[in-house]
């Protein structure tokens, strides 16, 4: 009686301690709980899958959370889809749920899981994580009654109709327990005393006897190929080319679906294949090839071998490289190294094998390409050396109009980037010395305003109307003209306005509160115009002498013309992501780290001190103003001040003449090499702007949505519009 008596307590205690197991004990009693007494969990995974009903949202995704005493593995909302896509929600940081309901499968007796519908986002970092000693050794909160449910314990989707997450950030990266990795067995006997060659299999490719098994070595290894769609009944729509060799020649291998997550990972160039009751079919005409030629042998290109789990049932065996015999005659894999200098040698779309050393990591990027192409360059121009690793095939620059240049922008989600092109005039140029990065203004603002964070998280419409709403309502004169007050009209998925500043705020909190009274609305104006008048970033003659970190040129006709301008972008800043920072081995892991994707799941690495910011020593805010004068939009220059810098490695190095629009147009100062010359000064560069005074340019814009609410906006490049229109046919 004791025993019980003390089990008993020990439950009560350890229900009372943990909000999670509150939580799911008071939604066995109603069908959705508004939480009133908020409690912070941690996330700690965060996984994507195909989502049962893409008419909404194209993806699903599953949250597993702790309160540092259970473990629970939850729904997410499609309503708070735009919150992972913003990296918003992400794993290693805290969260409030604020309501959330219990949702019965009804596909599958016993199968039920906690829907998360409203939820608080803390801050950078969890408070919570560092105090858990094993995070993994936590039980799974299940339910009484659901305890041999599959998808709440092991690593499926919670919506059974799915057998697998996807990655978080690409369709093309293996993700879950399901991807097998490890060594063959060093034991491998095998009877290849009746093994067919590639030149006998296109003759017997139409024949309908069986094919002699197949004794081959991986020379190439392509990415994973993910085909998926809503209403497609395949468990597993994976596809994952390689290119394998024999005594003979080299053929094009396909593994097919559920053969992908058991192979792919364990299959790599140079492995030996022992493959049996395998399929042939033709190939694909229009499919490219890896280039093969420094191989030097045969390519049989009309048909490629399919493995596949049925129909028929492939068998594959991995051949360990110790039970590999000379005598079976595989060929060795071969590489084409090309030096430094042979590099400048190449023919366009060649392809070489280089051994260098590192020096340089940048931010992994996702891409996206859609619009009106055109290419921008000039004859002659030097071959870049600059190494990218890209997942789609690289896309041309695509020519925007400005009024869609918002959209561009809005549409972007975390660590999307997109280089487009607009036409327009350079109307303000301005210069800061040692700027401070919005990372360290961010944090500054959150610590005196504690309360603003919180609201980014919450999917209420009517405190966050659409961009529509936002765009169409009566906007003063003071606002579309004053950067000082200015906020970015745009909006991730209604939720919170990009690059949003707290004088912003509360200069839209004065407008609200003068639409009661005539007078406040009057002091609210001249508090604002004093405010300003104190920190304004913008261009202005008393600046100069107040701050001279601070030096600026505008155009005569801008004063004007922002006035008449319907909207205004103002650049959030300078970003550290922004600045080069060279690799070091004592920063690795954590420029690692900060260079990659937000993971999936959360490691302890994660909450490891980061290392100290960048210096940069100044850089140009650039004001450009559409061809039509409708809009206008800051984005921050970067030029390269040193051969040491990593972009150096890409640019021509031909000396010009140090002018505002030679820098736009070079990307660099002259020079870039370790002479005696010395750099002009920013005074010097400005005091040449005035040529750009109502010039037609081409601006080569970079965007790159670095998660939350920051959006970054370089320029890159500028074009004077007679010489785009002698490289480019559009």
């Known amino acids: 009686m004791e025993d019980n008596s003390s089990c008993s307590s020990a439950g009560t205690a350890l229900s009372e301690a943990s909000f999670l197991q509150r939580t799911l004990e008071r939604l066995s009693s109603t069908q959705c709980l508004k939480v009133s007494t908020e409690a912070p969990v941690a996330v700690i995974a965060l996984q994507r899958y195909l989502s049962d009903q893409p008419e909404a949202q194209p993806d699903s995704y599953d949250v597993t959370v702790t309160d540092g005493v259970w473990r629970a593995k939850c729904s997410v909302h499609p309503a708070l889809n735009h919150l992972v896509h913003s990296n918003t929600l992400r794993t290693g940081t805290d969260v409030s749920i604020t309501q959330c309901s219990f949702v019965y499968s009804e596909r599958r007796l016993g199968h039920g899981y906690i829907c998360i519908e409203k939820l608080r986002c803390g801050g950078e970092r969890s408070a919570l994580l560092p105090r858990i000693q094993d995070v993994a050794s936590l039980p799974m909160l299940v339910k009484q009654g659901m305890e041999r449910s599959v998808e709440l314990q092991s690593d499926v989707p919670l919506q059974v109709s799915r057998k697998h997450y996807l990655s978080l950030w690409n369709n093309e990266d293996p993700e ?3 991807w097998t990795s490890g060594s063959p067995s060093s034991h491998t006997v095998l ?15 139409r024949n309908t006897w ?17 085909y998926g769609k809503f209403g497609l009944k395949i468990d597993y729509p994976f596809q994952a080319y390689f290119e394998v060799a024999d005594q003979s020649g080299t053929m094009s291998l396909v593994l097919w679906n559920e053969l992908c997550p058991e192979f792919y990972q364990k299959l790599s160039v140079g492995t030996v294949l022992y493959i049996q009751n395998y399929s042939l079919k033709q190939s694909y005409s229009n499919r490219s090839h890896p280039q093969m030629d420094h191989h030097q042998m045969k390519t049989f290109h009309s048909v490629e071998i399919c493995l596949n789990a049925r129909n028929p049932t492939s068998v594959v065996t991995v051949v360990s490289a110790k039970s590999v015999l000379p005598q079976w005659g595989l060929p060795e894999v071969s590489y084409l190294f090309t030096t430094r200098l042979q590099l400048d040698e190449l023919s366009n779309n060649s392809a070489c094998d280089v ?11 996702r891409v996206k390409s859609k619009g009106k192409k055109v290419h921008f360059g000039k004859l002659n121009e030097p071959t870049s050396f600059n190494v990218f690793i890209f997942a789609p095939s690289s896309a041309q620059v695509p ?5 869609d240049l918002k959209k561009e ?17 350079i109307a303000a140029v301005r210069y800061t010395k040692h700027p401070k990065s919005t990372e360290s203004r961010g944090t500054e603002e959150r610590e005196q305003v504690p309360d603003v964070a919180p609201d980014v998280c919450e999917p209420n419409t009517q405190d966050h109307p659409s961009t529509a709403e936002q765009t169409t309502a009566p906007i003063s004169p003071a606002e579309k003209i004053s950067v000082r007050g200015i906020k970015r009209r745009i909006q991730t998925r209604k939720v919170k306005q990009l690059s949003l500043n707290l004088r912003s705020m509360a200069a839209k909190r004065n407008r609200r509160s003068s639409e009661i009274e005539e007078e406040e609305e009057q002091e609210a104006e001249e508090k604002e115009s004093d405010s300003g008048s104190e920190d304004a970033p913008n261009v202005a003659d008393s600046q100069r002498n107040q701050d001279s970190d601070v030096i600026s040129w505008e155009s005569s006709s801008w004063p004007k013309q922002k006035q008449e301008v319907s909207e205004y972008l103002c650049d959030g800043g300078l970003h550290q992501d922004s600045v080069s920072r060279r690799f070091t081995f004592d920063e690795k892991d954590d420029l690692l780290q900060r260079s990659n994707l937000q993971p999936t799941h959360w490691t302890p690495e994660q909450s490891a001190d980061t290392p100290p910011p960048v210096v940069c020593p ?10 039509n004068k409708q809009m206008a939009i800051d984005a921050v220059f970067l030029p390269v001040v ?6 150096a490695v890409a640019l021509p190095q031909d000396p010009h003449g140090n002018t505002m629009l030679s820098c736009l147009s070079s990307g660099f100062l002259c020079p870039l090499s370790h002479s005696q010359s010395t750099l002009p000064k920013p005074e010097e560069v400005l005091g040449s702007a005035g040529e750009l005074e109502d010039m037609h340019l081409v601006c080569i814009l970079d965007l790159c949505h670095l998660g939350g609410d920051r959006v970054e906006v370089l320029i890159s490049k500028v074009y004077r519009v007679t010489e785009v229109s002698k490289c480019t046919a559009l």
Do not use: W
């Open 210 to 226: 069986k094919p002699l098994p197949l004794l081959v070595k991986i020379i190439h290894k392509s990415r994973l190929r993910y």
């Open 642 to 647: 040193s051969s040491d810098d990593p972009r």
């Open 355 to 365: 051994i260098c050393l590192v020096i340089f990591v940048g931010r992994v990027e």
């Open 618 to 627: 100044g850089l140009y805010q650039v004001t450009i103003l559409g061809i």
């Open 409 to 425: 922008m809005e549409t972007l989600q975390y660590r999307e980037h997109k280089k487009v092109a607009i036409q327009g005039q």
């Open 191 to 205: 009877d290849v005393s009746n093994i067919t060659l590639f030149s006998s299999l296109e003759s017997c490719f």
């Open 399 to 403: 020519l925007v109009a400005a009024a």
């Open 176 to 178: 879950g327990d399901i």
